[in-house]
Structures are given as C-alpha cells and as structure tokens.
C-alpha cells in the first residue's frame, strides 16, 4: 500500500496550487482519504477528506472556502485545490487513508493506517 503526495512548491501570497496523491496497492473506491498539513514546531492538522464515493467531503475552518478536494478513483488519485493561499498554509502536506472515518473522526490522525510521504507547501513573497 503506497500514497504517493505531489505537486507542493514556493508560491506567493494569493496564488494556487494544486496537490495530488496516487495511491497503489489497494483500491482507491474503498478508502477515505484525508489531507492533513504539520507545519514546524505543529501538531499535523487535518485539513480536507473526502469519503470513499466521492460524495462527502469534509474541511477544517481554516481551509474552508479557499480549498476544495476531489477524487478520480478511475485514476487511483485525490486532489487538494488551493486557491487565495495564506502565508499560514505553509507546511508539509500529506494524505493518508482510512477504511472509514466520519464527520467526527475524518481529522483524528490515530484513524489513519496509511500515509504517503508528504510533499512541502511554502507560502512565502
């Protein structure tokens, strides 16, 4: 079982990113997956998840409104759109799966057996 995490860089201010994570070893359709955010010196912060069929996603008060996440299982890939990035978004990314997790549980880490290996976001002028 892999996640693979792409697509972070140095941006400035205002601008968009997209994030990717392709996953291997298992199917995508049975999994939620969630993207969670550590910036230094953080706690790794739950920041979106969508669930299994694509139809629930959940987002932290922090991101909501400004990122949006989506899957293409056909594809075996998520995607976290960033749009008006804050200097605050700045952290590693990573996404992680879950077998099942809801509007309770999405942002609780300890839910979370498999993690890809992050990929960094600098919001930086």
């Known amino acids: 079982v892999q996640l693979q995490a792409s697509g972070g860089g140095l941006v400035q201010p205002g601008v968009s990113l997209r994030l990717s994570c392709v996953v291997s070893?298992?199917?995508?359709?049975?999994?939620?997956i969630t993207w969670f955010r550590q910036a230094p010196g953080k706690e790794r912060e739950g920041v979106s998840c969508?669930?299994?069929?694509?139809?629930?996603?959940y987002y932290s008060d922090s991101v909501k409104g400004r990122f949006t996440v989506s899957r293409d299982n056909s594809q075996n890939t998520v995607y976290l759109q960033m749009d008006s990035l804050y200097r605050e978004d700045t952290a590693v990314y990573f996404c992680?799966?879950?077998?099942?997790?809801?509007?309770?549980?999405?942002?609780?880490?300890?839910?979370?057996?498999?993690w890809g290996q992050g990929t960094q976001v600098t919001v930086s002028s």
């Open positions: 070893g298992f199917s995508l359709g049975d999994y939620d």
């Open positions: 969508i669930r299994r069929d694509g139809g629930t996603s």
């Open positions: 992680a799966a879950a077998r099942s997790v809801n509007g309770g549980t999405w942002y609780l880490y300890r839910y979370y057996r498999h």
